[in-house]
């Protein structure tokens, strides 16, 4: 079946250090993949998306490029804030508007000041 | 414009209980998916409804259960709850027509089983 792994956390920096947080997915078709955040006490938010292969997504200083060759949908940020704590959950969605969303286990990151 | 508004926010049961959860789509949105976050865990899809029928469902018994309205407003019901079913319960609305468009999460009911 359909699945996404991500990198183990948790996973703390310095701010200002660089980000990179890994995902790698298994999917039937040709999914969709996506990044959401989850803020303490909160729900997910969509932090970036790429539909097709080599589409890179961004947002808020995020970045990630849709790999197809590698399966992959790594998150990266070049230089990381305190205020980007958060869980990260790498997703996909097959094509299909009736099409669930897969996640994975989620990555906890705490920047330090 | 509001977004995916969930409630309560907070609940505690006990088990064999039943419980209702509900969930009012974002404005212009007719599709509702509910999921399942443990603790620690990614969401797991439950299932979604659109056009007041459930569409697709993913790995959860059948004491799971739900309900859509006609103003898409849509209801998730456990019964006979065990202590597993402790977690935060999100609900995401989307549009039908439009697949490229992602999912809009609520915050959530934290639903606790005691």
């Known amino acids: 079946g359909d699945s996404v792994t991500q990198m183990e956390g948790p996973v703390t920096l310095s701010e200002e250090a660089f980000l990179t947080i890994n995902c790698t997915y298994t999917?039937?078709?040709?999914?969709?993949l996506f990044w959401y955040v989850q803020y303490p006490g909160e729900g997910l938010q969509l932090l970036l998306k790429a539909t097709k292969a080599d589409d890179k997504g961004s947002n808020k200083g995020f970045e990630a490029t849709y790999r197809k060759e590698t399966t992959s949908f790594h998150l990266e940020k070049g230089s990381v804030q305190v205020s980007d704590s958060a869980v990260y959950f790498c997703a996909l969605k097959l094509r299909g508007s009736a099409r669930q969303l897969t996640f994975g286990s989620g990555t906890q990151l705490t920047v330090l000041p | 414009d509001a977004g995916v508004t969930q409630s309560p926010t907070h609940l505690i049961k006990t088990r064999g209980q039943q419980v209702t959860l509900r969930c009012s789509p974002k404005?212009?949105?007719?599709?509702v998916s509910w999921y399942q976050q443990a603790l620690g865990q990614g969401p797991q899809f439950i299932f979604q409804?659109?056009?007041?029928?459930?569409?697709q469902r993913g790995n959860f018994p059948d004491r799971f259960s739900g309900h859509q309205f006609p103003n898409y407003s849509s209801e998730l019901n456990v019964n006979a709850l065990l202590l597993g079913d402790s977690a935060l319960y999100l609900c995401?609305?989307?549009?039908?027509?439009?697949?490229?468009?992602?999912?809009?999460f609520g915050d959530g009911t934290r639903l606790s089983i005691l």
């Open positions: 999917a039937t078709g040709y999914p969709s």
């Open positions: 995401a609305s989307s549009q039908q027509g439009d697949s490229n468009q992602p999912q809009h």
């Open positions: 409804y659109y056009e007041e029928e459930e569409r």
């Open positions: 404005s212009g949105h007719d599709t």
